[in-house]
């Protein structure tokens, strides 16, 4: 990328998820120049989510910049909702740099300086790994100024880790895919959520043999109503086995270690799912000097404004919520670019008198 005016914007968001994108869009539509930065591809999360999934919500709960999302099913399907928001940033003409992986932001309130590195991660194997020694016509660095940002980094890119031996395995994953791989093997999947019902679900129902442990007396009491006596009644019925109150110790190459109610068990496994949650990129908001609450890490922020402690740095999506995850989802994230956009017009037009 060349230096110069073409380096310079109003504003730059940091996330190109759908609220990151619903915020560059009113961001735009106010006449404002906006470039929108990601070290992954357009909605990344979305798009490692598992390949079969179906949203928990209507499409028109997931619409941004006013553009419809047509859909054949009642729920969403992640197919539908790629290709949507791919059309939506190819109606508003967004400007996208994708792969980009913000190094370091400098300067303050009006004249903001980001450094970004280009960036190739593993886009089919998932996010978890990354090439650590990138050639020198892959890594390239870029620099932009802007006189606002807007950091809408989400939370998926960080799985709660465990932290006990074996975690680092190449049979562990912190993220699932599709259940193909793992027919014929004995999979322990970690978790008592959502995610963890239905990756155990699919694993199970394309032939592999699944053990679901989680540390809870029961499957966790928000997993989805059309789910639960699914995953239910499989364990009934010792299709899929369960131990519950139960922690996993060690993970080693062909067992894992629990400690369960009724003393130490070894199983013997293939492959682990550790779906244990995930959380935002605490340190990177701190390295921009934004101020968390102790108990939740909340962004200290105007809650009519989404302006945090640092003039002129926003927060948008999920992160808002800190800890509390589940608080926001697209539904709701995707409505903080209006406040965001409404008080970035007011300001830069001040700036400009």
């Not at 670019?337 to 700036?351: H, N, P």
Request: proline share 5%.
């Amino acid at each position: 990328m060349n230096a110069g005016t073409q380096n310079q914007f109003d504003v730059l968001v940091i996330g190109a998820g759908p609220s990151g994108l619903a915020s560059a869009i009113e961001t735009q539509k106010r006449g404002l120049k906006v470039v929108t930065i990601d070290k992954g591809c357009l909605v990344n999360s979305l798009f490692h989510y598992p390949a079969n999934m179906t949203f928990f919500t209507t499409p028109e709960l997931l619409e941004i910049g006013d553009i419809p999302f047509p859909s054949a099913h009642q729920k969403p399907t992640r197919g539908e909702a790629l290709e949507y928001y791919r059309k939506v940033a190819e109606r508003y003409q967004l400007d996208m740099r994708q792969y980009e992986r913000v190094d370091r932001i400098s300067g303050s309130d009006g004249d903001f300086t980001v450094s970004t590195t280009t960036v190739r991660t593993d886009i089919l194997g998932g996010l978890e790994t990354h090439h650590s020694s990138p050639s020198s016509q892959e890594e390239r660095q870029h620099e932009y100024r802007a006189r606002k940002l807007i950091v809408a980094t989400g939370y998926y890119d960080l799985p709660n880790l465990m932290n006990i031996p074996g975690e680092d395995l190449p049979k562990v994953f912190h993220y699932y895919r599709e259940p193909h791989p793992f027919f014929d093997c004995d999979v322990i999947v970690i978790g008592g959520k959502n995610s963890a019902a239905i990756a155990a679900l699919e694993l199970w129902r394309h032939g592999a043999r699944v053990t679901i442990v989680h540390r809870r007396v029961g499957m966790g009491g928000h997993v989805k109503y059309w789910i639960r006596p699914d995953i239910e009644n499989r364990i009934k019925n010792g299709e899929i086995k369960a131990y519950f109150q139960s922690l996993v110790k060690e993970i080693l190459p062909e067992q894992v270690l629990l400690e369960t109610p009724q003393g130490e068990a070894r199983l013997k496994n293939d492959f682990v799912f550790a779906l244990t949650g995930y959380h935002p990129d605490y340190e990177f908001l701190l390295n921009v000097g934004v101020q968390l609450t102790r108990d939740e890490c909340r962004p200290l922020v105007n809650q009519e404004t989404l302006e945090t402690n640092v003039p002129g740095i926003y927060v948008a999506g999920v992160i808002v919520a800190g800890s509390k995850t589940s608080e926001i989802f697209i539904e709701n994230g995707r409505f903080h670019g209006q406040r965001i956009a409404a008080d970035l017009e007011k300001k830069l037009a001040a700036d400009q008198r």
